[in-house]
């Protein structure tokens, strides 16, 4: 059974830094590619970073970039999104995900995502 479990995600105020972290079991975790998206009440959910299953390559929203990065561990079967200065308008509820066929490119479509964690509350105050 899949499984994706993120951690990480707290109250901060506007600058603040966070670190997000997403544990998976059930997968060969070095063979997929892993994507976070994020998602606020009324809105779709969004892609905000993705990273290739060798790591060697990355890809972020506009929004976020020069702020963000994304990172994996393949070892501990993790990845993780380091947060930078963050603004009030990064707060939401923030995903890992991945697609169910291995070795693939990220995706920025959260429709091609398969497997999806319970998500992660990042609240900014400003």
């Known amino acids: 059974q899949v499984q994706l479990v993120e951690s990480g995600g707290g109250l901060v105020q506007t600058g603040d830094s966070l670190r997000l972290s997403c544990a998976v079991f059930?997968?060969?975790?070095?063979?997929?590619?892993m994507m976070w998206f994020r998602q606020v009440p009324g809105k779709e959910r969004e892609f905000v970073a993705g990273?290739?299953?060798?790591?060697?390559?990355?890809d972020y929203a506009d929004s976020v970039k020069g702020r963000f990065i994304i990172s994996r561990d393949n070892a501990k079967s993790t990845a993780y999104l380091q947060m930078s200065s963050l603004k009030p308008e990064d707060a939401a509820v923030y995903y890992c995900?991945?697609?169910?066929?291995?070795?693939?490119?990220?995706?920025?479509?959260?429709?091609?995502?398969?497997?999806w964690g319970q998500g992660t509350q990042v609240t900014v105050s400003s």
């Open positions: 995900g991945i697609r169910s066929q291995p070795f693939t490119i990220y995706v920025r479509d959260p429709r091609q995502i398969d497997y």
């Open positions: 059930g997968r060969t975790f070095s063979n997929d590619a």
């Open positions: 990273i290739t299953w060798r790591g060697t390559i990355t």
